[in-house]
């Protein structure tokens, strides 16, 4: 295997690695937040607000990420990020009270911060030069779904044998085990400059400003829901006899169906374009969140994969379409814009809902959810014709 070759693939696993490994330790808040409601007697407003505080600190420093990765190197951000995420998990299993809580969620938010910016970047830059950029984003965004599926999944499991305390601790050692996996796998810095210098020859996509603001917005109403739906989800579940055992299970059959849905949306939006694959997924989410408020657990479980296909698929879409409307050399940025807009309307749409989920109910704000999913469908076409364009 020559240079080039080594520094693809190790690009590829470390990135990988890192998506797996943050966005488990980011969606397994939702199987702690019904034990933390049941531990601190808080509202369903204060449980949006400990969720939000983690995807808000996540989405509010990205741009800063990528601004100071020019100056001490992505890949020092990216293992440091990842070490203070493990660190503040830590904290987490030591809180007393919501206040430490809160703290520890908003560092592990801060740490991040660095993984989607950063890492996107080093696989676009790593393989840009020689091809497959589309390709190699899609297996990156697939590994985040895989952690989404094992890290909740575990977790749930863990709490009916061990504390929340003692679980919350064992993830903790799992984000400074991957950072320290990070340290050995990533390509020095000389390594990352040479293939950045080729990458840059011919990054670049039509740089179309209004088209990457449409973008933008389709992928924070898409987020928005999606962040909203599963801040409800074990609520829902719960209201249907669910334990935390079956919570875990859920969310794991759900971020199945999204890990697939990822690769398989992939494929459909190079098949049939970015338009009509987002209104099909859109559309498809739409109805079968409503179906989840109205069905019994069983088959609201068996309906979970589906969902999840639907549900997670579309961002797959997206995230792929960010580097055609790209300004040339600007592909850090427009990345870190994307996932600021996604992730901020992520962090604040529990905080929003959670508050009618106070006052109307669960199910109510649930379908309000889905109605505001099918705003993205007019964004989707100004997004098409920038492309086609």
């Given at each position: ?8 693939r190790?690009s ?49 420093f ?15 951000m ?56 589309k ?6 965004n ?50 990352s ?34 962040m ?16 935390s055992?079956g ?7 759900l ?23 987002v ?47 790209a ?11 994307f ?14 809902f ?11 704000a ?24």
């Amino acid at each position: 295997m020559n240079d080039t070759q080594n520094v693809r693939r190790r690009s590829l696993i470390a990135a990988c690695s890192a998506h797996a490994i943050h966005d488990g330790l980011t969606d397994v808040i939702y199987v702690l937040l019904p034990v933390w409601q049941a531990q601190f007697a808080i509202s369903l407003a204060m449980v949006g607000l400990l969720r939000g505080a983690y995807s808000g600190m996540m989405a509010g420093f990205q741009l800063l990420a990528s601004r100071l990765a020019r100056r001490w190197g992505r890949e020092r951000m990216l293992i440091g990020g990842t070490a203070l995420a493990g660190i503040a998990y830590l904290i987490a299993g030591l809180a007393g009270g919501i206040t430490v809580l809160l703290i520890s969620l908003l560092l592990g938010g801060l740490g991040a911060s660095t993984q989607h910016p950063l890492a996107s970047s080093i696989v676009t830059d790593a393989h840009e030069a020689g091809g497959g950029v589309k390709q190699a984003l899609a297996q990156y965004n697939f590994a985040g779904d895989i952690g989404k599926t094992l890290v909740p999944g575990a977790v749930g499991l863990l709490l009916v044998v061990v504390s929340w305390q003692a679980s919350v601790t064992l993830i903790g050692c799992l984000g400074l085990a991957a950072a320290a996996l990070l340290w050995w796998l990533l390509p020095t810095a000389a390594e990352s400059a040479r293939h950045h210098a080729a990458s840059a020859k011919v990054a670049g996509g039509k740089g179309s400003a209004g088209g990457l603001r449409a973008l933008i917005a389709t992928g924070v109403l898409d987020s928005a829901v999606r962040m909203g739906f599963l801040t409800f989800l074990p609520f829902l579940l719960q209201s249907k006899g669910a334990g935390s055992a079956g919570i875990g299970i859920a969310l794991s059959l759900l971020f199945v169906g999204g890990a697939f849905g990822k690769l398989l949306c992939g494929y459909l939006g190079a098949r049939i374009g970015m338009m009509k694959t987002v209104w099909i997924t859109e559309s498809a989410t739409a109805l079968l969140i409503l179906l989840s408020v109205w069905l019994p657990l069983a088959p609201m479980m068996a309906m979970l994969p589906l969902l999840g296909l639907a549900l997670n698929g579309t961002s797959s879409v997206l995230y792929g379409t960010v580097p055609e409307l790209a300004d040339a050399g600007k592909r850090e940025q427009a990345f870190a814009r994307f996932y600021t807009g996604t992730i901020g309307g992520g962090a604040l749409a529990p905080v929003l809902f959670g508050r009618l989920g106070d006052v109307a109910g669960v199910p109510v704000a649930v379908m309000a959810l889905a109605a505001l999913l099918l705003l993205t469908l007019p964004l989707s076409h100004r997004v098409q014709s920038s492309i086609d364009s």
